[in-house]
């Protein structure tokens, strides 16, 4: 039914940045919300930052200052920049949406496939 396109993973050194693209396709009514999480080996997946269809946003500690969530209502898009990264920010980062699904206006979340963030020393 929907489909998230996830990029901008990859290797980089501590202090570096990464920009995270995300893009929403296939059969649904409206966006609600888009965000980002991530999972580290041997841990729970864990929130790093949201924004609503109206540009409300928020952030785990550990990343705010940091991180910067924007979107792209037209494009049915959300970006994640990442700045200024620590070895703990290593990852696979997936990507949310919740969107209301033709007809029945029911809400529904939907996972990317994640993309994977390593931050070395």
């Known amino acids: 039914q929907v489909q998230l396109v996830e990029s901008g993973g990859g290797l980089v050194q501590a202090g570096g940045s990464l920009r995270l693209s995300c893009a929403a396709s296939?059969?649904?009514?409206?966006?609600?919300?888009m965000g980002w999480y991530r999972q580290a080996t041997g841990k729970q997946r864990e929130l790093v930052a949201t924004?609503?269809?109206?540009?409300?946003?928020n952030y785990a500690d550990s990343v705010k200052g940091r991180f910067t969530i924007s979107g792209d209502n037209a494009k049915n898009t959300v970006y994640l920049q990442m700045n200024s990264l620590k070895p703990e920010d290593t990852a696979v980062y997936y990507c949310?949406?919740?969107?209301?699904?033709?007809?029945?206006?029911?809400?529904?979340?939907?996972w990317g496939q994640g993309t994977q963030v390593t931050v070395s020393s």
């Open positions: 296939g059969r649904f009514f409206s966006i609600d919300a």
């Open positions: 949310l949406v919740r969107v209301r699904v033709p007809t029945t206006y029911l809400a529904s979340d939907y």
């Open positions: 924004i609503t269809r109206g540009g409300s946003t």
